[in-house]
């Protein structure tokens, strides 16, 4: 049998759980901050993206969008994220999808496997700090 669930109660329960985490680091000198990589403008990655600063403002994490042009490379793509992934104030990277027109949901894949220390973070997982 089915089951009603709450989802919004559900996911105040998230938030409340991620803000408790993210005041442990803090106050431990750390700094929680997500990056999000735009490229191009694709309209619903724009919103996405003002969604992710709206949740990360609420849990109290730093929340940064870097907007790359339609026209990079994915050499690129994989060199801003690897810069990313040297900048020790940065936790976590999301690379928002759709990527520009030529590339496929397998060059998403390729940038994160290149990427060593990160992992996607998305609101549908646990973010990963290190």
Do not use: W
């Not at 559900?10 to 408790?20: L, T």
């Not at 940065?90 to 990427?115: Q, R």
Request: hydrophobic residues 40%; proline residues 5%; charged residues 20%.
């Amino acid at each position: 049998m089915a089951q009603l669930i709450d989802g919004k109660a559900i996911a105040a329960e998230i938030r409340a759980q991620v803000k408790g985490g993210v005041a442990d680091l803090q106050a431990q000198g750390q700094t929680v901050k997500l990056v999000s990589v735009l490229v191009g403008k694709p309209e619903a990655a724009e919103i996405y993206s003002q969604s992710q600063a709206r949740c990360c403002a609420e849990v109290g994490m730093q929340f940064e969008l870097q907007s790359l042009p339609e026209t990079e490379t994915l050499s690129e793509i994989k060199s801003a994220i690897e810069k990313l992934n040297r900048d020790p104030t940065v936790n976590g990277i999301m690379l928002n999808l759709p990527l520009p027109p030529g590339f496929t949901f397998h060059h998403a894949y390729v940038v994160y496997d290149a990427s060593g220390r990160f992992y996607m973070a998305s609101n549908a997982v646990p973010l990963r700090l290190k």
